[in-house]
């Protein structure tokens, strides 16, 4: 499969891991003939080929499975237990205890070992790139490797992909740089210029896209097809929580920032009330600061507290509606 045998609408459904990201979300975007995405973010290899088999039984059409890189950051172990400790009054009002770090590497390669026996038409890579040989042995089994790249030169290192994701400053969730460093994010306009004079890869542009006016935009600028989350949230086939999707409508919500304090990686979400009081304080550590404040997180969802979770967002995040996704993507298509 090539990115010439897509359908016909280049609209492609952000992979959103935690939730988001359902088989009904994959399949109704792809049914619409955009590309539908899944994610294997923080589940299990068993939950990840499950979701690819209930994906397949409602649509025949192309989608695609998203996979976090391991994370190879040096941490600081005190830094990690400081914020532990910072977040134990947190927990008390919530009735549960912070969570401690667990594996680091998403367990990446029995994904990966699983995704090779048998793969989805699209794979594509987060947090980092696939060796050379990982990359090959997907597109030998036909599948179309994607990489998200935030920089130039990641762009360089990630030219053995069949396209590159590029995500600009404006993206909701998880900021998909090779590092877990504190660079200025850039801005999607600008980042898909600059990609676009170093490679000949299909380049599909994310951050902070929302409108029909939005994808003819990047699409002049030279990219491939739009990936597009945040309007995806509120579509009643997403899986997120009733919190998130409320809270993208909630007028108290105002803006968004960049945030380490529900993961330890750079994210952009709603400025809420643990975003306000902790980002200071988190340390640069993920997945450990992710396991930390997991507890927490599932508490406050179960509660109703919006206050307490991330609420991924990216800059447009009042255009989204609750609207089911195959009418979304005849709109975001100029339909």
Not at 142 to 152: E, L, P
Not at 241 to 247: N, P
């Amino acid at each position: 499969m090539t990115l010439s045998s897509w359908p016909e609408v280049p609209v492609v459904q952000a992979p959103m891991a935690g939730g988001p990201s359902t088989p009904a979300l994959a399949a109704a975007v792809s049914d619409a003939g955009g590309l539908g995405f899944l994610a294997a973010g923080y589940k299990s290899v068993e939950a990840m080929r499950a979701d690819i088999a209930a994906t397949r039984e409602l649509t025949s059409r192309p989608f695609g499975m998203n996979v976090f890189m391991p994370s190879l950051d040096e941490i600081d172990p005190a830094a990690v237990t400081a914020y532990r400790d910072r977040l134990v009054p947190e927990g008390q009002r919530l009735g549960v205890s912070p969570g401690t770090p667990s594996a680091r590497d998403d367990a990446y390669e029995a994904k990966v070992a699983d995704l090779l026996a048998d793969p989805p038409g699209f794979v594509s890579f987060t947090f980092g790139c696939p060796s050379a040989d990982v990359i090959g042995a997907f597109q030998a089994r036909g599948a179309v490797v994607i990489v998200t790249v935030t920089t130039v030169e990641e762009a360089r290192e990630a030219s053995a992909a069949d396209a590159l994701c590029v995500q600009g400053a404006e993206a909701g969730g998880h900021r998909g740089s090779f590092g877990n460093t504190s660079d200025d994010p850039v801005p999607l306009r600008t980042l898909l210029r600059d990609v676009r004079a170093v490679t000949a890869q299909p380049l599909i542009a994310a951050g902070g896209l929302a409108s029909a006016a939005d994808v003819a935009e990047v699409l002049a600028l030279g990219a491939a097809a739009a990936q597009l989350g945040t309007v995806f949230v509120r579509c009643p086939e997403s899986g997120a929580s009733a919190v998130h999707k409320a809270a993208l409508a909630d007028p108290r919500f105002t803006s968004t920032a960049m945030t380490r304090a529900f993961s330890g990686r750079p994210a952009r979400g709603l400025v809420n009330r643990f975003l306000t009081e902790h980002s200071a304080h988190a340390p640069a550590a993920y997945p450990d600061v992710h396991f930390v404040t997991s507890p927490l997180r599932k508490a406050s969802a179960a509660q109703g507290d919006p206050d307490g979770v991330n609420l991924w967002a990216g800059e447009s995040f009042r255009d989204a509606e609750e609207i089911p996704a195959g009418q979304l993507v005849v709109r975001l298509s100029g339909g």
